[in-house]
């Protein structure tokens, strides 16, 4: 009567799960030493008073995970198991504070003027889903394989046919890479600039500009030159002088202060990239579906006959963030070093949703829906901008660059940029100041003014007089 | 009248797009010079006979291009333009024939017994598409934000709920870190262990095993140091004597070979863990949710007690290969490094398929196909393995282990693996031998077995005695 005691009032939910736990612990607690015999399984079952069948699957399940071993003809033995070495405090067991996250409600209170959120409520879900069922019946199959690790070559195709029709982008289908957002096409990119490049990778960017970015360009062993922003872009002066290899920049809408860069310079650092065979330009095109008044301005991919632009472009801005759809096209020479380099990648891109875009673009519902977001768009911007002007008159500048889905403003204020940041938080209100966008740390100097990068893309238009309100207490209450 | 002519057939949508493109073509070429007037917009509206509007548009798309500038009062002027360096010959803008692509058609005749695809047909998208209806009215606000860099906080929450009662997992939804495949994990991880190490990442790994990952792993710098692969899983013995300082595993399925580590081996390994801060485990849990007689595995981690075991998870077998959701679980003082050096890092993941699984799975739902597909799974396993040997009687050896998605036999033939390969594709059977997962290439030695790896999800169960029938033409015919 040595072996094991059933409990009455057992939480198992199978009987053989409670003998096999309880021989477990006994084996794991040197209860049973090793090279003992387990009672027989006809044996075992008359003690507990259970079916045959109910010992064989606790002794199979221990048999399996390698507690106990048969030897044909004889029984069950219990197997020599190494000690596990324990800790002797069970404190590294528990989350140190330092790891814990807070859950953060949502403040039905927040407006926002991020330059980040999009408009998630004007998104026509609808139609969306009716492009899932689509995509499902044309392509069930493909959804249970892996796929080209550049996307699905229909979706490529519609694409290239696409970008060439709204952003003047020649490239062949097969130049085009699909992932999940600029940060992995930009490690990507990197990755094989640096084995196109003998020499190690100098990339000149926009400052301000896109410093989430940049911080990952130096994690990645590449060296920043930040180049100087006016009202035309990016000094191509300035990148001229650099020892820069690499270009990153936002030709047709600086990120942050919405700068159109001009034909002549365009073509000025397009000729620069002749120079030299490992000079190349990354033109990050990340919002430029939203253009008011005017027609969009052609990519800079759209005038290189060399082969020197990578050109990327996203749907973060036109569909929503949340679908992490992204691309690059690559040219000819970096394309050949990436199919080599990645040949054993496998793609990021949840296909279905690739899919369901291929199909929401072919039956026209992207640019329908782009052309419907241009229209709110500039409802709400106008709208915006005429609140902003109308309260904060002389004590405002705004840089009024009809396009994106934001604008940097100049506000004349006594505060600091830490006093405006706190203010915004106490006054919730989502908006980004520049100098989360600069290198150096712009200081307040007196009379300097403060600027704010301004999005107008998730605020509801009867927000605009409350959230311009609320920038008014943010710099002068 | 020095001007542009309109053509009577022209292809433009509209007026000002032609005007517009013929005066910049004029600057282009040099047939306007800088600094050069442009006539009057009432003037060229008269000459042209259209309105004055339509020229404001033309030139005010010129303008914000920076082909000509205004001055006030004064008129519109031609912008000095650099020219353009363009190659002499147009060769470098076609598509080089070794970067083309061929588009793959579906082949009806095609079976496959690859370990790579699941079945699809049998995936509860009825199901999905609700549960994706519940993750938009509950977290539409959600869709256009861009959400933690690890996942959502609620998603997490519920897998690591249900992680501990499936795998046993202890761990904290902190812990989880949501990605786009085993591959990016895998990739984040080595660099988090990089930074926790003073000394190189050197990788002990399965082989046979996982290859597509020990070429990532090296191309990640890290030295891979193979280690042969017995019933029993990995020779802890041979990590032991091995100067590596993480090892890379899949305890509970052995990929390919099926080996199930046993109790007292996964104690010795994690023993191992303690002896130094650097040592580590990466515990590959690929596809555990199938598993057939017996109960699962539980998981290593489950038995680690001194946070030195990372756990990596995927819904890629259980749900679809082309969702890309996968996880993984750090032990806190990696999950330190990881929050520091990916602070500025965006999530890679579809958010909105991140809440419909996470519905899926509070709902019940995906517990339920996991257990449907069990059943199926194990219906076309056992078919499989009585045909099989039935035809190849003693010809063939199966490594019989009852889970995952696949298992591996070994045929008696004249053949060689390149033959056997060869005629894998003449006889249109998807089907992978034992190469490609070896570091060797093993030599076909007189009598020495063709070793082949054998899916069983994909394939229809009625087509299985065709595909039986395939396999002996293979090795035979």
Chains 1, 2 share one sequence.
Not at 87 to 116: C, W
Not at 327 to 347: A, D, E, F, S
Request: hydrophobic share 35%; proline share 4%.
């Amino acid at each position: 009567m040595f072996f094991i005691k059933l409990d009455n009032d057992s939480n198992y939910e199978y009987l053989y799960r409670e003998i096999y736990e309880k021989i477990k612990n006994k084996i794991l607690r040197n209860k049973i030493n090793e090279g003992d015999k387990l009672p027989s399984k006809r044996n075992l079952a008359n003690q507990l008073g259970v079916s045959v069948n109910t010992i064989t699957s606790a002794y199979e399940q221990l048999l399996v995970e390698g507690y106990i071993y048969t030897i044909e003809r004889s029984g069950y033995f219990v197997e020599e198991i190494v000690e596990l070495s324990r800790p002797k405090s069970s404190k590294n067991q528990l989350l140190p504070n330092d790891l814990k996250e807070t859950v953060i409600k949502d403040n039905p209170n927040q407006l926002s003027l991020s330059h980040m959120d999009t408009d998630v409520d004007l998104f026509p879900f609808k139609e969306w889903f009716k492009s899932q069922q689509t995509a499902l019946k044309k392509h069930q199959q493909h959804l249970g394989h892996i796929t080209h690790q550049q996307g699905p070559l229909a979706v490529r195709q519609t694409l290239s046919k696409m970008i060439n029709v709204t952003r003047g982008v020649d490239c062949e289908p097969e130049q085009i890479i699909i992932s999940v957002g600029t940060q992995t096409l930009v490690e990507q990119a990197l990755n094989v600039l640096q084995i196109a490049s003998d020499e190690p990778l100098t990339i000149a960017v926009e400052n301000p500009g896109y410093q989430r970015l940049y911080g990952l360009m130096e994690q990645l062993n590449a060296k920043i030159n930040p180049i100087s922003v006016d009202e035309n872009g990016i000094s191509v002066d300035e990148v001229k002088q650099s020892n820069a290899n690499t270009v990153f920049l936002t030709p047709s809408h600086q990120f942050p202060t919405g700068a159109i860069m001009p034909i002549s310079k365009r073509f000025d650092l397009l000729n620069w990239t002749t120079k030299k065979p490992n000079h190349y330009i990354i033109e990050d095109d990340y919002d430029s579906e939203f253009k008011y008044q005017t027609d969009n301005i052609p990519s800079l991919q759209s005038l290189d006959f060399n082969q020197k632009v990578i050109y990327m472009g996203s749907f973060s801005k036109s569909l929503l963030m949340g679908f992490r759809i992204s691309y690059m096209v690559l040219p000819y020479p970096l394309l050949r070093i990436y199919r080599k380099h990645y040949n054993k990648l496998l793609p990021y891109n949840n296909v279905f949703s690739l899919f369901t875009l291929n199909e929401f673009i072919l039956e026209g519902k992207y640019l329908q829906h782009i052309k419907r977001m241009n229209l709110v768009y500039e409802k709400k911007r106008n709208e915006l901008i005429k609140q902003l002007t109308s309260l904060f008159k002389e004590n405002i500048t705004i840089n009024d660059v009809p396009a994106g889905l934001h604008f940097t403003a100049s506000f004349k204020t006594n505060k600091s940029y830490d006093e405006v940041e706190a203010a915004a938080k106490k006054h919730q209100l989502d908006v980004h100041t520049i100098r989360r966008f600069t290198f150096e740390s712009p200081k307040r100097e007196p009379n300097k003014e403060i600027v704010l990068v301004i999005g107008f893309s998730s605020i509801n238009f009867d927000d605009i007089s409350k959230a311009v309100r609320r920038l008014n207490k943010i710099m002068y209450e």
